[in-house]
């Protein structure tokens, strides 16, 4: 199926977020990721604002299983809080045009599941390498600790 479909005059594209948020995390959930994950990064999520549904959807992929979690506008701001403190947290427009080309993820972890999901075309196997490539592909760097609520604001809350 083509990531442009749509069903009767419901547009795929309005049923996703137009901007990412991808969460770089610097701790790891287990000691032995230390050695397979060298760099700051240890992990990686990503969440985005649906604003046809008035929701927020985040993807976190975990070697048991990934999670997908859908949960309304309203009551946000603990999830958003948790995928944001203490992370590194890259904000990426979804990207336009590109609905003909082939973006094949390899592998079964978090990096490559999350750049695939974002639509960054990009081999990289480890998060300080997405995190690379997603501020050369016009990622924005959103800082907590400077600006604790630019991620929820960017979508016009307060």
């Not at 901007?19 to 985005?48: E, M, Q, S, T």
């Not at 008035?54 to 701001?77: C, P």
Request: hydrophobic fraction near 40%.
């Amino acid at each position: 199926m083509d990531s442009n479909d749509s069903f009767s005059g419901l547009r795929l594209e309005d049923c996703e977020p137009t901007d990412w948020y991808v969460v770089f995390d610097p701790a790891p959930a287990r000691r032995w990721i230390n050695w397979l994950a060298w760099g700051r990064f240890k992990h990686v999520a990503c969440f985005g604002f649906i604003a046809r549904a008035q929701t927020w959807a985040f993807f976190d992929f975990h070697l048991d299983r990934s999670r997908i979690l859908v949960v309304g506008d309203h009551e946000a701001d603990k999830l958003i809080g948790h995928y944001s403190i203490g992370k590194t947290v890259v904000r990426m427009a979804k990207p336009l045009g590109r609905e003909l080309d082939v973006n094949l993820a390899l592998g079964g972890w978090c990096v490559p599941a999350v750049a695939h999901i974002v639509g960054l075309r990009t081999c990289t196997l480890r998060p300080d390498a997405l995190f690379r490539q997603c501020l050369a592909n016009g990622g924005e760097i959103i800082r907590p600790e400077e600006h604790e609520n630019e991620a929820i604001q960017a979508e016009g809350r307060s």
